[in-house]
């Protein structure tokens, strides 16, 4: 059974700092390409970023970039999102996602795309 569970969420001040990790379980971890997305309250999931199979090319949301980073290690089957600079806009909660790839350098930013996802982890930015 495939489980991704988030966690490092939390409450935070604007221009503060969060690290979230996905630990993934019942998969082997270096098939899949991982992703973040968030939700805020009253709109749609969106993609924040993404990173391949062996983390040599990641991708991000506009919004995110310059100020959030994934990463991943293959050895914890652990996927991170640090996120640097945040602001209210940011506030959401926050999804891991994972989907198989042959390819070892795709990364994947469609939703629709992913197989699994965690549960998600509240991330809530004050002003």
């Known amino acids: 059974q495939v489980q991704l569970v988030e966690s490092g969420g939390g409450l935070v001040q604007a221009g503060g700092s969060l690290r979230l990790s996905c630990a993934a379980s019942?998969?082997?971890?270096?098939?899949?390409?991982m992703g973040w997305f968030r939700q805020a309250p009253g709109k749609e999931r969106e993609f924040v970023a993404a990173?391949?199979?062996?983390?040599?090319?990641?991708a991000y949301a506009d919004s995110v970039k310059g100020r959030f980073t994934i990463s991943r290690d293959n050895d914890k089957n652990t996927v991170y999102l640090q996120m640097n600079s945040l602001k209210p806009e940011d506030t959401a909660v926050y999804y891991c996602?994972?989907?198989?790839?042959?390819?070892?350098?795709?990364?994947?930013?469609?939703?629709?795309?992913?197989?699994?996802w965690g549960q998600g982890t509240q991330v809530t930015v004050s002003s």
């Open positions: 990173i391949s199979r062996s983390g040599s090319r990641v």
């Open positions: 019942g998969l082997t971890f270096s098939w899949y390409a």
């Open positions: 996602a994972a989907v198989d790839r042959t390819t070892t350098t795709v990364v994947v930013t469609t939703e629709t795309t992913y197989r699994y």
